[in-house]
Each structure stands twice: as C-alpha cells, then as structure tokens.
C-alpha cells in the first residue's frame, strides 16, 4: 500500500433523485435534483438543476415556474427552512422521499460510502441530473 495515500473515515450515506413528472398520468420524467444524507454525519442536502428544454419536451405546456418552486422548496426542506425548522435530518430526509403522486417526486434510494457528503451531492447532481 502507498504510504501516501492517507485512509480517510468513510461514512454510508443514503441519496435519492428528485424527478420531474410534468405528466403523471404519462409516467415520463426528467432528474431534477439529488438528497443526500449522512446519519453519521447528521448531514442532509439537496441540490436542484432543471433543464427546462427537456421539460417542455415532455410537457410544452408545464408550469416551468411551479416546478422551480417546487425544486427550491426541497432544498429548503433540507436546509431546515419553514415548516421542517424543528426536524432534524433524518426526519427531513425520510419527508422528503416518501412516495407521493405529484409533478415533483422522489425517487428510490440508494447507499454509498463517503468521506465528504457535501461533495458527493455536487458529484451527483453533475453524474445524474446535468
């Protein structure tokens, strides 16, 4: 093993994709966004980007401006913002994937091991959404 390589502590997280489904009955969406959490951690984020071109490619129709309200309150959710003030992380993440049938959805979650939960949101967000 190469001595300089330093072992860093590497925590499981949990991360689910924010999907856009401008047309429910349709089933078609776009990745929006991803939340991350890290219980070790108590570590919870969000990060959004919708590309409205493949929105309206879905939807010519959709409420782009609704959505982006939509994406910003997922991340306030995280930031602990409003109603989820008095939560804590883990609360906040388990609200905000929870299944539900609107244009805004979560999707499944998955697991992986990291040393900074910060960076694998941005790492996420540009491998499965941009």
Known sequence: MNADVV????DVFEYALVRVVPRV???ELINAGVVVYCRARSFVAARTHLDERKLLALDPEADVEGVR???RAVEGVCDGTGQAAGDNPGQRF???IAPRSAVVQPGPVHTGLTADPGAEVERLLDVLVR
């Open 7 to 10: 072992d860093e502590q590497r």
């Open 25 to 27: 009955e349709r089933g």
């Open 94 to 96: 388990r609200w905000l």
């Open 69 to 71: 309200a939509a994406l």
